[in-house]
């Protein structure tokens, strides 16, 4: 009995060492784990407490405005409230999404579309639910702003360009950043350049985003504000151009397809440049639907194309004055003697026609460039050949990309730049099988490969008015003229080309007489009509012939005559004929700038008088 | 009653007295954003739970052993009747509302369970079919019961408090083993039978991550809470993760968080202390009592104590589960404290009846 009650004994003492030995294993494992967090994974754990509880809040920088060189605004900025959502934050996507579908009036079709926005971004990365939104749109919302976590109301900016279509091509678009740019760094509610000035000048234009730090509470709410770094507005970009002037140029075209360029003979500023036809920049704002981004795209028109940088064409008998320019430079005696017009050329087995078929009888370089005959160009070119054609457009900067702030920029084609053409004009091994001596005569009167931009046209009419300098176009206001390189010319040389240039306008046979004579200003020319397709002899089709068939339209010039100012460049395309369809544009440009320009002297000298007024009376 | 005083326990006294200082702290950092009153219920509660407390520490046990028996009916009828009549409360089953208040029947079970588990082992060895087989009966009715509920908390509770005193009562080791292998192979079928938010929790345990804002997110926050307090802790009251209600019921079962985010390592250091000073004291109790009985109650007792600090505390950092068990004398809870304080009277008890020699039974009783 009492072994057995020792027995007993024995084992419960033995029991109990086991419980003293286990409860420290208990204890031991608690503390272990504890370690583990607090003391060897400490920093990680610190790291989510602050993540935790700070928020920090992009504060979006102001784009900076466009404005043009009287100060009008191009591309301006509206104060608008917007609705950002940070994922993270919600806890209830549908139901929150739900709710402001309701508040804000919003399609089942944008809540689709945000849902998969909102998959798509990094869930601590707020998201442009709406914008463009009125304070009687959001007040209801924002008063409430605490029952939806994640959910901001936002102060904001949005773009808008008063000028839509008139500035569409110079002043371009923007749109939302896109995965690589927020790889970038920028916030996918930000908008980004993406054409004309607004993509040349993003850097000036965008700004410096600003952040404030917040301490919230798990459900987003903010406690106190930490520090807060405002965001800094972009940079005004005042340009050379003229909304006036654009929409006088804009007016003369009318609906017609084409492009005008004016640029200031001295500083290279570009006063106007307008591609026809345009598209509303302002839609990409609102956001853009795919059927109209389609729809433009696939708009025979190209209304996306700038044609005034980003495409080339045949610059027909506005090149003439290139290759006079390069008869005279070379002593080439067509140039400085006379040839006889008979209509055409004929030469081996063909015959090239004078656009005249009744011939311009004895013609010297300053009546063909003046009535543009055909023939005198043809045989000037093929007295001096390809190379010095080339050589000399390339000196007159065609061929090459002006430089302007505006890219993509087309350079156009002078045939012998290319090496394809360069050995077909060598007559060395190539696959064409040679070069043949009337495509020199034809690229002389600027047929054939030869390829111009209205831009370099304009810059070459400034050349000439100017005495040779080549210039950068400068789209920014007050900038200084930038001599991209001075043409080796001859004064006299060039003094003879602008006379024949001003009796283009001035004298009863010049191309553009009609048009332009009696202008407010004095001016200089050169019209140009450029083949679309060989036109078959018996001009009775003319009429019916497709649109896209009908000749291209020039005219590039300069004004004043005496004191040159500004230079212009019309292309109208499959306008018709030079001096009756792109000539009167130019008329209208330059009637414009004139009357602005006396009114402007007017003006000022009614100011000067305001002034002296008290000064005999003191 | 000089007698009485100078045959307490005071080592066990001061470390629940400590534990008490403690928990007020940390529970006043815990709501100090939130409701305050909160605080002043608990301080009710430790006064009441310490009255209750004293008046246990001269309650003879030989009373214990009389009520154990009525006490497991009367838990068992009420049990039965919570599937009929019990109020259903965040999806489970477990109230039953008598009037006044709303009663659990499963606390008053697991108080009764080991009162009568001590009872029938005072007397006997935890050895033989019969030895064996009666309390797992006893005990295997209300678990069921309590687990379909359901309570997987409490279960284990009864389950981890059962195999404790089987243990103490000199269950053969073989059995034990077997029993335990027999346990591990069938946790797929209890898998099977659990219910889909049981499930996620172990699921959002082995990955908290796989769901950072719906089942995992109490764990993650708990884990940067403690983790951010490093080794001094942020400070009193500085507590980002708890001042900025990151933290899921801060108050009650995750409060353990509060104390580490605010204390850090140190005050961790110091709780584990104090409530390993606790356990061992009760152990020290159990060992040198007077009676078989009063051992096995306090072996019980420690064994509650031990699996809610584990189960809380490996919850809070991500060891096990989440299972609703309250930290002892810390979490805000006014009937877990009284009956834990209850439960501490019953050893102070134990201990001044060893230390007096005061006969639980009759002289002659085998196994006194």
Redesign the interface.
Known sequence: MLNKQLEIRQRFNVRMVCFFATTPVFLGLLLFQIMQLQWFEHEKYQLQSDQNRLNIIPLLPVRGEIIDAQGKGLAINHIDYRVTLIPERVKDLDATLHTLAHALHWTDDKVTLLHKRIKHTRPDRSVLLDDKLKWSDVSPLSARLHHYPGINVEAGSYRQYPFAELTSHIIGYLSLANAGDVDDGFLPSEFIGRTGIEKSFETSLHGHLGHQREEVDALGRRIAVINSKPSIMGETVQLALDADIQQAASDALGERTGAVVVMDVHSGGVIALLSKPGYDTNRFITGLESAQWQSWLNNPEKPLLNRATQAAYPPASTFKLVTGLAGLEHGSHLAEGSTFCPGYIEFSDRRLHCWKRRGHDSVNLHKALVESCDVYFYQLADQLGMGIISDTAQAWGLGEKTQIDLAPESRGIIPAQSPYMMAAIKNTQSRRKKWFRGETMITGIGQGALTTTPLQIARLAAAIANGGSILKPQVLAHTPAKVLHQVKVKPEHIQMIRSAMRDVVLSNKGTAHRALNKAAWTSAGKTGTAQVIKLSKNKSIDKDILRHHKDHAWFMGYAPYENPQIAIAVFVEHGGHGGSDAAPVAAAVIQAIATKQSRASDAQASNKHLIRKPGPDS | MKRALYSLDWVLLASLLSLAALGLCVLYAAVYQGDMGLWQKQLIFWGAGMTGFLILCFVPLRFLGLVSWPMYSTGLLLLMLVPLIGDVHMGARRWLDIGFTNLQPSEIMKWAMMFVLASWFATR?ARGFVNIGAPLLLVAVPAALILSQPDLGTTLVLLFATI?LL??A?LPWRIFAAALVLGIASLPVLWHFMHDYQKQRVLTLLDPQSDP?GAGYHVI?S?????????FGKGFLQG??AR???LPEQHTDFIFSVL?EEG??IA??LL?GL??TL??RI?LI??RAHS?FA?MLC?GI?SIF?LY??VN??MV???FPVVGLPLPFISYGGSALVTMLAALGLVMRVAIESHEKIPWQRPGS??A
């Open positions: 060895e404790a243990i103490a000199g804002l926050q884990s940067i809470a403690i983790g951010s307090g490093g080794l980002t993760q900025l209600h990151f580490a850090g390592l961790v250091i584990l409530y390993a356990i061992s152990l159990a060992q078989r051992s072996i420690a031990i600090i584990t505390i490996g950092s991500g060891i085998p196994l």
